[in-house]
């Protein structure tokens, strides 16, 4: 850490309250009201057009929402100008000033905010450091790489001490390797800087990685929030667990509840332990959902799901076998390959699948 | 092998260049003839004597270009400055200078707001701009006469709800001539504007009240140094011919108020003084090349000078 920019009490929770926005006659945004707490590292994640950067623009001021109200700590910000509130953002394109220097880009807030030049000269330092491009201040951002303007771009957001940073898919337009090394260089900086971070994205790899909490959004409605664990293990609707990840869907009737866990019978007959969402009975027909690496391949007989081995996908860390089970459907495992040796299964082998205790999820109807 | 291989290299960039030297070719040929040459007859001209009746005379003298500094007086021979001719050079370049910072305080909103209409919509308002380039600059200066002559539209609207009581004089001042000048000239400065503008990316705009520019911020420290280009070549587009030009001071400055191009003409013409004609023509080329080179460079010093 370059200089002690951790902070306490800092501020930068953001309300949204029945917020509702329509261009002309679509309605990009119906009806979402979140919490984002003070200096948390929270994600909008949705596929494109389902309203995440139009949630994003109306906490940084270009959009107005229809309807509802934007808070931040408390104060209703709903209706200020872009360049009045305590917000600042890292755009998807980075929209550097191709006009100005690195040093000019990341002193512009400051200046913009009549801060004297000393001060400007030794945040922008600061910055520059921060980013790791400590002596490229005075160069054009024009001849800088992707992953290079990037970081200007974030410093320049950075700068004038934000109480929120929001950032549009700022790693879209880089390399898969860039890309790993920016999220875990992002979280660091978050944590430094301990500024709350709103992050959009469609990429559910960056979401889990990088997030405290996400929000998953699909067409103008959040439909699940929670922490990157909930999202993934505990999916409470058919498109979280589709959006997130691999996922089997089974159909299963329920038996019994009790407490948090619920018993159902699957097609096979066998029954096993599910847990499900909050505000939810489960009774009659259900749908869960299991991951992948949640299930195990066994001999015929000794899991919950007969069947016989249709295709094996070798991806060097793990195995998937797309298993046909005796009703007809399709049920992916995914192991693990812990031994440097065949996987010890063939196609058209019958197996049988065993799934791991407390992994199915009920889904919401 | 690396020989062969640089004098292969070699031989192809000796190709690139001839056939790049190929290509312009009919551009300069064009240029010579047209411009290059016109222009050196009419420096040649300009060291020549005056004819009796016009032309000129095969003789060196030096005598044009003296006049256009100096007169002399036809009686005792008494050489003086040539107060009238410094009067219509700072006049030309005052009205120019004018005409194009009022096509710029114009024309700039007016491309900024075609620049920010729905794709499909600009070029409707581009050809509305266009529109005046059908009709005859004559005419067009005779319409501008029209509106602030004395019994004219603006004066009469003026007196009928009495506003005035006697008309304005407005025609054969300076103003009349920058008027009719920035009427004329606007869509040259507007057509670079917007072509400058219609590139700007527009969330750049967004950025700058993102990091708490004001409006005025956001105009002055990121439109202006990305749409200069425009800037530059509107205000050389308009200041140029509006320097010397003809029609507009002939019409609505009248016989007194002379710009550099009635002055030339009236050399050709009535005067019969071609070398002074011709001297007073290189001058005013020389003008606007000084102009040009000190704008330019002015405008790009600024552009990097942005600091602090």
């Known amino acids: 850490m370059t200089e002690t920019r951790t902070t306490g009490a800092h ?17 990009a945004v119906n009806d979402v009201s979140l919490e984002i707490r003070s200096n948390e590292f929270f994600t909008l994640l949705g596929p494109s057009g389902c309203g995440k950067t139009t949630l994003l623009r109306m906490i940084a001021g270009f959009e107005l929402p229809t309807e509802g109200q934007v808070l931040l700590d408390g104060t209703d910000i709903s209706r200020l100008l872009p360049n009045q509130r305590p917000v600042n953002t890292v755009f998807q394109n980075y929209a550097l000033f191709p006009h100005l220097t690195v040093a000019e880009n990341i002193g512009f807030g400051l200046k913009m905010l009549g801060k004297p030049k000393s001060e400007i000269d030794s945040v922008v330092g600061d910055m520059l450091k921060l980013v790791h491009l ?6 054009p951002v024009t001849q800088l790489s992707g992953g290079q303007q990037q970081r200007v771009a974030l410093a320049r957001a950075l700068a004038p001490r934000p109480k929120v940073l929001l950032l549009d898919e700022p790693l879209s337009a880089l390399d898969l390797k860039l890309r790993k090394s920016m999220q875990v260089e992002l979280k660091r900086l978050q944590t430094e800087t301990g500024i709350t971070f709103v992050f959009v994205t469609h990429d559910q790899e960056e979401a889990l990685t990088m997030s405290d909490r996400i929000a998953v959004m699909s067409t103008g409605t959040v439909r699940q929030i929670g922490s990157p664990w909930d999202i993934y293990d505990r999916p409470s609707e058919r498109f979280v667990a589709d959006f997130i990840g691999e996922t089997n869907f089974l159909e299963a009737d329920v038996v019994s509840v009790s407490g948090d866990k619920a018993r159902v019978r699957l097609s096979s007959g066998a029954e096993i332990s599910a847990t499900y969402p909050e505000g939810v009975t489960p009774q009659g027909k259900v749908t869960i959902v299991i991951r992948p690496e949640h299930a195990r391949l066994g001999p015929p007989g000794s899991g919950v799901l007969e069947g016989a081995i249709h295709t094996i996908v070798y991806l060097g860390t793990d195995n998937h076998f797309h298993v046909t089970i005796d009703d007809g459907k399709t049920f992916t495992v995914r192991q693990q390959n812990a031994n440097s040796a065949p996987c010890g299964f063939s196609v058209g082998e019958r197996i049988s699948v065993a799934i791991n205790d407390d992994v199915a999820q009920i889904l919401r109807d | 092998m690396t020989d062969s291989a640089q004098d292969v290299g070699e031989q192809r960039q000796k190709k690139d260049v001839r056939d790049r030297w190929l290509l312009s070719a009919p551009a300069l040929v064009l240029i010579l003839a047209a411009g290059v040459g016109p222009l050196l007859i009419v420096v040649f001209y300009s060291f020549l004597a005056p004819g ?11 005598e044009g270009w003296f006049n256009v500094l100096f007169t002399r007086d036809i009686f005792d021979e008494t050489v003086s400055l040539a107060d009238a001719h410094f009067l219509i050079f700072w006049r030309s370049v005052k009205l120019a200078f004018a005409t194009t910072v009022l096509c710029l305080i114009f024309g700039f909103p007016t491309a900024y707001f075609i620049a920010t209409r729905a794709p499909h919509n600009r070029s409707l308002w581009l050809f509305l701009i266009t529109i005046p380039f059908w009709t005859n600059m004559l005419i067009r200066t005779f319409a501008i006469q029209e509106v602030i002559r004395s019994e004219g539209i603006v004066n009469s609207f003026l007196m009928s709800i009495g506003l005035i009581s006697s008309p304005i004089q407005m025609m054969f001042t300076d103003f009349a001539i920058m008027l009719g000048m920035t009427y004329v000239y606007l869509p040259l400065m507007v057509l670079p504007l917007y072509a400058s503008l219609e590139k700007l990316d527009f969330r750049l705009i967004e950025a700058g009240y993102d990091l708490y520019a004001s409006r005025f911020g956001v105009l002055w420290r990121i439109v202006i140094p990305l749409v200069k280009p425009g800037i530059i070549a509107g205000s050389i587009l308009v200041f140029v011919p509006a320097l010397s030009a003809y029609v507009v001071p002939r019409v609505l400055g009248g016989g007194k108020n002379l710009m550099l ?6 050399q050709f013409g009535q005067g019969r003084n071609w070398p002074l ?32």
């Open chain 2, 52 to 62: 009796s009746y016009g032309d000129v005379k095969l003789e060196f003298s030096s």
């Open chain 1, 134 to 139: 400590d002596g490229r201040g005075n160069n």
């Open chain 2, 277 to 308: 004609g011709a001297a007073l023509s290189v001058t005013l080329v020389i003008i606007v090349l000084f102009a040009m080179l000190y704008y330019v460079r002015n405008a790009s010093k600024s552009g990097g000078s942005a600091h602090g």
């Open chain 1, 11 to 27: 501020g930068g929770a953001i309300g949204m309250h029945g917020i509702k926005k329509w261009f002309g006659n679509f309605q």
């Open chain 2, 261 to 266: 191009g009635n002055l030339i003409e009236l």
